[in-house]
Nanobody, 127 residues
Framework: QVQLAESGGGLVQAGGSLRLSCVASGRMFSSYGMGWFRQAPGKEREFVAAISWIDVGNTYYTDSVKGRFTISRDNAKNTVYLQMNSLKPEDTAVYAC???????????????????WGQGTQVTVSS
């Protein structure tokens, strides 16, 4: 298990950008697939993006953020990032990062694969 701490949330106008960071404590960060999820008030938690532990070139996105959000990781810093551009009011939510230890399968980034979760950081996009 790793412990996760997010930062970088805040208030931004529509069309603006934010970069979220998630720092993992513990060892073997490179053995974890990492993901970002979000939850808006009154809505269920939603998958946003994920990045593989085997090949960092393998990234996955929900359709609504493709072309606007980019997930990346720096294993030397035990950190995963979510660059969010062209933000929309509907992106407003609490964003949480999550870690899955050596996940397998083509659809490994389902919520049940993730054993460690951060507390989340609020992102608010004003219109």
């Amino acid at each position: 298990q790793v412990q996760l701490a997010e930062s970088g949330g805040g208030l931004v106008q529509a069309g603006g950008s934010l970069r979220l960071s998630c720092v993992a404590s513990g060892r073997m960060f490179s053995s974890y697939g990492m993901g970002w999820f979000r939850q808006a008030p009154g809505k269920e938690r939603e998958f946003v993006a994920a990045i593989s532990w085997i090949d960092v070139g393998n990234t996955y996105y929900t359709d609504s953020v493709k072309g606007r959000f980019t997930i990346s990781r720096d294993n030397a810093k035990n950190t995963v990032y979510l660059q969010m551009n062209s933000l929309k009011p509907e992106d407003t939510a609490v964003y949480a990062c999550a870690a899955a230890y050596k996940p397998r399968g083509s659809s490994w980034y389902t919520p049940k694969s993730f054993g460690s979760w951060g507390q989340g950081t609020q992102v608010t996009v004003s219109s």
